[in-house]
């Protein structure tokens, strides 16, 4: 990533001050305000294709994009107090070596952790290396990540493996007729996207793309454990339906322009929505794969969130080993969602012009390693913006909801919808 290039440029609102920095030693909002740059720029460059007017700069406010990747702490009815963002087993826990992280959001991801641990994981956690614990928790189906330093990451995790990936993968899967757009003002108007993502970086991605104008139909399978706290932050501008992996999802791809799933490397690919299957029936298909921890080396299938390869990758032991430290945002989660939304945005506008059925990749260890990679913060102040400028007030299923606008949005979204309130179909 070329991080030197999109700056925190942009007006100041009133009430906000320039950031630099959160607290901590990776650029993170150096990482938002770049991220939020490209996807900006993707978007003008579609919009002047299609024969609007772009800027003729891209501006990103530091401080909005940085706040934007805590979008989850802001959002929330209108009145209330937040919500807590952990459910109550999730954390980090003492090893006998160390520290290990258990992710418990999920309720079938709290039950592997009761079935190894019972109701307190924290004596037999103890007892127990850090890595002990990551494989038992693995094994019984949940989510775990023992912290690790950058050099065990490199050496004897997947590290190495992972950095010789693109950040943003673009491959060319199979042949079609450009689709060229028809002209319109609005960047991805007409364009149809399907959202099979859930928590964070694929429903981020998707948010994206509903912001700069798409028709965007977000699939949950029957069944399926929903967060509803996250989906009312990052649903916004989405349709709502219900329906599994078989014929009647199968339509639907058939006439989507963008297929966004988050599941493991390998998953629908055996249940026969793998990418090359799905260009197969839809021939010009832009397909979204997005991934924990890559999609190549023996890691690959791991089951990880934003927290999780943090504690992996050695970013939550920037201050060694005695205690993790996180960063002061899931910046890995919503980084890779907006590197995606840009990935899709020049898809289509290459689409437009040379055809093709194309497949793009990204995952949270990936851009950990661009986290790495930008540097870090000098010695000097460091405080925190003021989100107060950036805040706005949207009705929804779940009540007026408070929540941080999309920066540098094209349209006004609409509030996020309840889970299977809409059919599954294009209308």
């Excluded at 937040?82 to 070596?97: F, M, N, R, T, V």
């Excluded at 127990?128 to 693995?138: C, D, F, N, P, Q």
């Excluded at 023992?146 to 997947?158: H, M």
Aim: proline residues 7%; negative net charge; glycine residues 10%.
């Amino acid at each position: 990533m070329d991080a030197g290039t999109p700056t925190n440029g942009g007006t100041e609102p009133a009430g906000a001050r320039r950031v630099d920095a959160f607290p901590g030693p990776y650029k993170v909002v150096q990482l938002a305000a770049t991220c939020v740059a490209f996807a900006t720029a993707a978007a003008h460059e579609l919009l002047t294709l299609r024969g609007g007017t772009a800027p003729e700069s891209v501006a990103v406010h530091g401080g909005h994009a940085a706040e934007a990747f805590r979008s989850e702490r802001h959002t929330r009815v209108a009145g209330e107090e937040p919500k807590p963002l952990w459910s109550p087993l999730s954390g980090d826990y003492q090893a006998s070596d160390g520290w290990v992280r258990l992710h418990a959001n999920y309720p079938h991801h709290a039950a592997a952790i009761r079935r190894v641990f019972g109701d307190d994981p924290a004596p037999a956690v103890a007892r127990r290396t850090a890595v002990e614990v990551e494989e038992l928790v693995l094994a019984e189906g949940g989510a775990a990540a023992a912290l690790r330093t950058r050099e065990d990451w490199l050496a004897n995790g997947p590290g190495a493996t992972i950095r010789q990936e693109p950040l943003v993968a673009i491959e060319k899967i199979g042949d079609a007729p450009p689709r060229p757009f028809s002209k319109a003002d609005i960047p991805l108007a007409g364009v149809r996207v399907l959202d099979l993502t859930h928590v964070i970086a694929g429903p981020v991605c998707v948010r994206v793309l509903a912001a700069h104008g798409a028709d965007v139909l977000h699939v949950t399978p029957p069944g399926w454990p929903v967060l509803l706290d996250l989906v009312r932050d990052t649903d916004f501008g989405k349709r709502q339906c219900v329906t599994g992996l078989g014929a009647e999802l199968s339509a639907l791809a058939a006439g989507t322009d963008v297929f966004v799933q988050s599941f493991r490397p390998g998953s629908l690919a055996r249940k026969g929505f793998g990418a090359e299957d799905l260009a197969g029936r839809n021939p010009g298909i832009i397909v979204v794969s997005l991934s924990a921890y890559g999609h190549t080396g023996r890691w690959r299938e791991r089951r990880g969130f934003d927290s999780l390869v943090q504690m992996s990758a050695g970013i939550a032991a920037h201050g060694g080993l005695d205690k993790p430290r996180a960063l002061p945002a899931q910046a890995l989660d919503h980084g890779t969602g907006w590197l995606a939304a840009h990935a899709v945005m020049t898809t289509l506008y290459r689409r437009a012009i040379e055809g093709g059925s194309w497949h793009i990749k990204l995952s949270l260890a990936r851009t950990a390693e661009s986290l790495h990679d930008i540097g870090r913060v000098p010695d000097g102040e460091v405080f925190e913006v003021d989100p107060t400028p950036f805040l706005t007030e949207t009705d929804s299923d779940f009540g007026r909801l408070t929540h941080i606008r999309v920066p540098n949005a094209s349209v006004e979204l609409a509030g996020p919808r309840a889970p299977g309130r809409d059919l599954a179909t294009w209308w």
